[in-house]
């Protein structure tokens, strides 16, 4: 079980090096193609290039939070591990963005997640990478969407006819019976 319900990959999230990206939207509540979107038109030529592929730089990552009205503080990591931060550091129901040389990820609650999903720490790939840079989200899944429950059946409506738009079957109205909206094809 993750740590909150937000705590997940968006479901237009693409295959490539975007942890950045993935972690930016996770942390906003945004979809994935928002914030790759955000980044394109940041004014950065490096993400305005036609062949980016994802990449970001951490000192970006200040100006998607501030676009995103999403309130933040952020200080230089101790170059102790991701695993030793989430168990010693980080405090409960709080979301960090966690910069590790090229790689950026979200740790809550003992999990971390980045664009392989969420995993508890002690089974995140990258538990042992140390931390550079530490982006703490005081405002975490700020735009994100309630998901409305889906009815589990789509209610049916019963007609005589194929085409009760075309063919009405009041009583009132001289419709055509099924039969014969057959004989017509």
Known sequence: MTPHKHFKNPVDQRKGPNCGVTACAIAAGV???HAWNTFKTMGVSYYARPRWKGGTMPEHYERFFKWHDCKFEQWDGNKKTVKHFVENEAQPDQLYLLVTGSHAQLVMNGWAIDQGGAKPVSEYRSKRCKVERVIHIKTPFKHAVEEKAQPATIP???HDTLFPSLFR???R??????????ALF
């Open 169 to 171: 079957d009041s009583k």
């Open 156 to 158: 049916t409506q019963s």
């Open 173 to 182: 109205d001289t419709a055509h019976s099924s039969a014969t909206q057959l």
């Open 31 to 33: 979809s994935f193609t």
